[in-house]
């Protein structure tokens, strides 16, 4: 068990490995058992993180002869962190051949069926850093045994088709099982890195596919509502749940014209402050934003004063709208939610936004929106 913390706020929580480590750990025991033909019970790694790793081997075999292989298991340990893939076993199997080193997807690892990933299409899934860590590996074996031929590594996951329904992999053209990934070989608990790279990702993927109107959605109360209001476009979406800001970045990173976001008034009524994350251990004013948009438009104080004690955004919307104030303020809200998109991209794509509530439908849509959603809908159905 890897003993490496770290701290979410008072939370001292345990860091894990990645299936990319866990992959190279194998390659890297079946290659030295290939060679030996010895059996291995643990393996040293360094990760790109500059950490070691212990890690057990299990279920290893080898079948000496002509055609003869070593293969075998290491258990994915994802530490305090709740992922799906954790405590699965990635296993590594080890041939010779003539020369160089191969490495290739066996079952369970799932395939690339579209442009823009870490890999091409038709390869395995088995991004960059994971490849090198295994190459590494693996010549580390071979010079340490004087062998100047080649070794083929398959990596494969047994459970992995199963649990690929479970994760983002067949939504982002990943098919028929997991992606071998990691950029550090560490799990660190709770990462939002993590969740920012899968942003990307689908982004990248979605720009290389031809898509120039990027739709970002912010979680599953977005997704139930396109799929009443703009079902052509749900397939296409991206979700980049509070992390709105970095997806932005991305948006322009990689060429989009224009951006729109969709998402529930609880979460995206911040971007009238200009708050670019909206998990509430970031930032929350939801209800200063709305008593000061309350405040630009000439709404009265006691009414204001009623909303500071709202727990939700449609607690607050309920007494607007009883006072016959919802429009007023909604509008003002929209003017300053477009003011810092437009800053938030300097103006160099078009950009906009719309809030809703399941209570009291869509509050509104800043100025840009309807021209994006026009672009939008004339994109995905043509």
């Known amino acids: 068990m890897l003993e490496e913390y770290i701290y979410r706020g008072k939370n001292r929580l345990r860091c894990g490995y990645t299936t990319g480590s866990c992959a190279a750990a194998a390659a890297k025991a079946s290659a030295e058992m290939l060679l030996t033909g010895e059996f291995q019970s643990g393996v040293s790694l360094i990760t790109p993180k500059g950490i070691w790793l212990e890690l057990e081997i299990l279920n290893a075999e080898i079948c000496a002869g002509k055609e003869g292989y070593a293969v075998c298991a290491v258990k994915k340990d994802s530490g305090d962190d709740p992922d799906i893939t954790n405590g699965i076993l990635v296993y590594a199997k080890a041939e010779k051949i003539p020369f160089g080193i191969e490495i290739a997807g066996g079952d369970g690892v799932g395939k690339v069926t579209k442009a823009g990933l870490d890999q091409p299409v038709g390869a395995a899934a088995i991004n960059s850093v994971p490849q090198k860590m295994i190459s590494s ?35 982002m053209g990943i098919e028929g099982g997991i992606s071998i990934i990691g950029t550090t070989g560490i799990v660190e608990p709770m990462s939002n890195s993590a969740v920012i790279e899968t942003v990307r990702a689908e982004e990248k993927m979605r720009r290389a596919d031809g898509t120039k109107n990027l739709l970002l959605t912010i979680g599953n109360y977005s997704s139930s509502f396109l799929a009443e209001n703009m079902p052509f476009a749900l397939e296409k979406s991206v979700m980049c749940s509070n992390f709105i ?11 989009f014209e224009n951006v729109l976001i969709i998402g529930h008034i609880g979460k995206l009524v911040k971007l009238g402050a200009g708050i670019m994350n909206t998990h509430s251990s970031c930032a929350d004013g939801r209800m200063d934003v709305l008593v000061t948009c309350g405040v630009l438009a000439d709404i009265d104080n006691k009414i204001l004063k009623e909303i500071t004690d709202c727990a939700t955004v449609d607690a607050a919307l309920d007494i607007l709208k009883s006072a016959g104030a919802k429009e007023k303020v909604a509008e003002v809200l929209m003017n300053k939610t477009q003011y810092y998109l437009n800053a938030k991209v300097k103006n160099e794509i078009g950009i906009g936004a719309v809030l809703f509530s399941f209570k009291h439908g869509i509050i509104g849509q800043t100025a840009s929106a309807a021209e994006i959603i026009r672009k939008i809908e004339a994109e995905y159905n043509g």
Request: hydrophobic content about 35%; charged content about 30%.
């Open 245 to 255: 800001g970095e997806a932005i970045d991305a948006a322009l990173e990689y060429g």
């Open 137 to 171: 590996a693996v010549s580390e074996i071979c010079e340490k045994y004087d062998y100047c031929g080649g070794i083929k590594i398959t990596v494969f996951v047994p459970d992995g088709a199963e649990i690929a329904k479970k994760t983002y992999n067949p939504r």
